[in-house]
């Protein structure tokens, strides 16, 4: 593993479902953070993590939920899936959070919810 | 609220210099980043500026004004693998990143 990975690459899923996003860092970043982006919009950020252990909420958190038991992952689940949340989902990470530190983006995961 | 306006789209030639302009109204500032992001892709970094000013790096500037709440990136000699989404994003009082829609950029032979 080099950097970022998340899976799955893409997905379609009914609404209604449960799903959970998967994020990996190998850079040993303290901070890490789950982004949505939708075409005409800039990217919002919707939970984050500044070590692991804690997490917080970003702009648009309703709908998610995420959690942080170590410091590789960094997984962001949607309870019951409607199509509002179809988007590109983005994961980053960065050495310290609450700084000026460069966050680095994963490739991302398509969300499709019918 | 907070506020970041670029142009939505621009096309430019192969060979020419571009600037990509960006203007903010956030609470509070600790940075203004670039980043590229070609289609299907991750956003990747360019630059960041905190000081008033500009930062070359390679064929590429950024350049900031605090009082006037505004940055461009400034693209010289434009290569066909310059054809991308350029986005802007500024560090609030909280650190954490507002996003700009970007700007797609078309580079034409």
């Known amino acids: 593993i080099a950097g970022i990975t998340q899976a799955p690459t893409s997905q379609i899923l009914a609404a209604g479902r449960r799903m959970t996003l998967r994020c990996t860092q190998d850079m040993r970043h303290n901070a890490m953070y789950w982004y949505r982006q939708d075409l005409g919009l800039g990217l919002r950020l919707i939970h984050y993590s500044n070590t692991a252990g804690t997490t917080g909420k970003g702009e648009v958190p309703d709908g998610y939920s995420v959690s942080r038991a170590n410091t590789d992952d960094f997984p962001l689940t949607l309870a019951s899936a409607v199509p509002s949340q179809t988007s590109v989902y983005f994961c980053?990470?960065?050495?310290?959070?609450?700084?000026?530190?460069?966050?680095?983006f994963g490739p991302g995961t398509r969300l499709t919810v019918l | 609220g907070q506020n970041i306006d670029q142009p939505t789209e621009m096309t430019a030639t192969e060979g020419a210099i571009v600037q990509i302009n960006c203007t903010y109204q956030?609470?509070?500032?600790?940075?203004l980043f670039w980043y590229q992001q070609h289609a299907g892709e991750a956003p990747t970094f360019l630059s960041y500026?905190?000081l008033d000013g500009l930062e070359e790096k390679g064929r590429f500037s950024s350049f900031l004004s605090r009082s006037k709440g505004y940055s461009y990136l400034l693209l010289k000699e434009l290569q066909m693998k310059d054809s991308a989404s350029y986005l802007c994003?500024?560090?609030?009082?909280?650190?954490?990143?507002?996003w700009g829609a970007g700007t797609k950029l078309i580079i034409k032979p």
């Open positions: 994003a500024v560090l609030d009082s909280n650190y954490q990143l507002i």
């Open positions: 500026n905190v």
């Open positions: 956030t609470s509070g500032f600790n940075g």
């Open positions: 980053a990470s960065s050495e310290e959070g609450g700084s000026t530190d460069t966050q680095y």
